[in-house]
């Protein structure tokens, strides 16, 4: 059995980087970026009006300024501003060569001449200076990022239409076992929902994955063989869950070998998730997740989701928040390292859920994170200091 530090190492020292693609900027949004992208031009590309307002010579601010037009965001200025002028300006518009301040239009007041006087205290210049944000040829956003909207508008500002980012590593899904029906049927005793697929398709999207639906492997030794054998042709990972652990039926591990898959290990020291199984072949790498859907969750959390972020060149890792529990938590058992989903009050205190154990899969839905105990810890305290994991 490994314990779980030993068990992601094994998993990274299998990671493979996936090829590149070239997709529209406006596709790119979750995707990991390939290349670094570089500006094409200054930002701002001229020195811009940050206000609505009047720009003038800082020097005569104080004088009567007659207005000599109006520059909209826009429109280049068409006259030189004088002695004694100023132009009335909008926000985003080009300043006028030789002006070096623009006062706002609140801080103004038209004389009986018709001349505008400045009336504000506090001097802004209010000027946004050419390349002050980027200069041509700055790189702006740098290969490995995770792309976000805000990433996309940048794209846009660069003239970066098309943008080289990673592929998105596919990964085919197998539940395995006999009491599994499809989640738009009606059970029959004995049997229950396949819950454990649907979950894996939407984590492995929110991984940054192309998840592939390769349904229910009945507790047929060949059977298993010839879907796993076609995942494992087909992807890059393959999930497998259920069929791992020490019943009658649980012959995965057995198949697996014979499909060519080198087992690198079937145990992990964790609570809940133990029976997780992990193994490489030369066209994909394979994890054995445990049948029951908490296990299932948390071990793709934990394992599989940092490993299909690394192969895009990506090091994911999860948002943790330091905070104190709010009661004291005892757990029956302290040989394994535990996860515990948890949920945040209203005074950023953590509270463990009642959890019934590894099948218990309403225990996730309203949970903020999980928290780990280390083996050999039974207790935790009240007020104890703790790092939520956030799901």
């Known amino acids: 059995m490994k314990t779980f530090e030993e068990a992601f190492e094994i ?12 997709i529209p900027f406006y596709d790119s949004c979750s995707r990991i970026l390939a290349e670094d992208i570089s500006s094409d031009t200054d930002m701002p590309p001229f020195n811009r009006s940050a206000v609505d307002g009047y720009a003038c010579h800082n020097s ?6 007659e207005v000599v037009e109006l520059i909209p965001a826009g429109k280049v200025p068409q006259k030189a501003v004088g002695k004694n002028q100023c132009s009335k300006i909008m926000t985003g518009a080009i300043v006028p060569d030789g002006c070096d301040i623009v006062f706002m239009v609140e801080d103004s007041q038209i004389m009986p001449s018709g ?28 290969q490995g990022k995770f792309i976000k909207p ?3 508008a940048v794209m846009a500002s660069a003239g970066h239409t098309k943008v080289v980012v990673k592929k998105m590593p596919e990964v085919g899904i197998i539940s395995t076992g006999d009491e599994l029906v499809e989640p738009s049927e009606m059970p029959q005793i004995s049997q229950i929902r396949n819950s454990n697929a649907y979950q894996l398709l939407t984590q492995v999207t929110r991984a940054g994955g192309k998840g592939r639906y390769y349904g229910i492997a009945p507790d047929i030794e060949d059977a298993t063989f010839q879907i796993i054998s076609k995942a494992i042709a087909e992807n890059d990972i393959v999930l497998l869950t259920g069929g791992v652990s020490m019943g009658d039926f649980d012959f995965v591990a057995a198949v697996l070998k014979q499909a ?8 992990v020291n964790v609570q809940p998730g133990k029976p997780t199984t992990f193994g490489s072949h030369p ?6 997740l445990p049948g029951n859907p908490v296990s299932s969750f948390i071990q793709f959390e934990t394992l599989v989701r940092p ?11 999860p948002v943790e928040h330091k905070m104190p529990l709010a009661v004291r938590y005892e757990r029956k058992s302290a040989f394994r390292m535990g996860w515990i989903p948890v949920t945040v009050n ?16 309403t225990a996730l839905p309203y949970s903020d994170g999980i928290i780990v105990i280390k083996p050999g810890n039974k207790y935790l305290e009240k007020g104890e200091i703790v790092s939520v994991r956030q799901i």
């Open 150 to 152: 805000q990433d996309v």
């Open 11 to 22: 998993i990274m020292r299998y990671v493979f980087e996936t090829g590149t693609e070239t």
């Open 283 to 288: 066209k994909a790498v394979i994890f054995g």
């Open 307 to 317: 490993f299909i972020n690394k192969m895009m060149g990506y090091d994911w890792r």
């Open 346 to 361: 209203d005074d950023r205190e953590v509270i463990p859920v009642d959890f019934h154990g590894s099948a218990h899969i």
């Open 115 to 142: 001349n505008i006087k400045y009336t504000g205290i506090r001097q802004k210049l209010n000027i946004s200076y050419k390349g002050e944000d980027v200069k041509t040829g700055d790189v702006i956003l740098k």
């Open 60 to 65: 005569e601010i104080y004088n009567e300024l």
């Open 260 to 267: 060519g898959v080198e087992i690198l290990f079937d145990q």
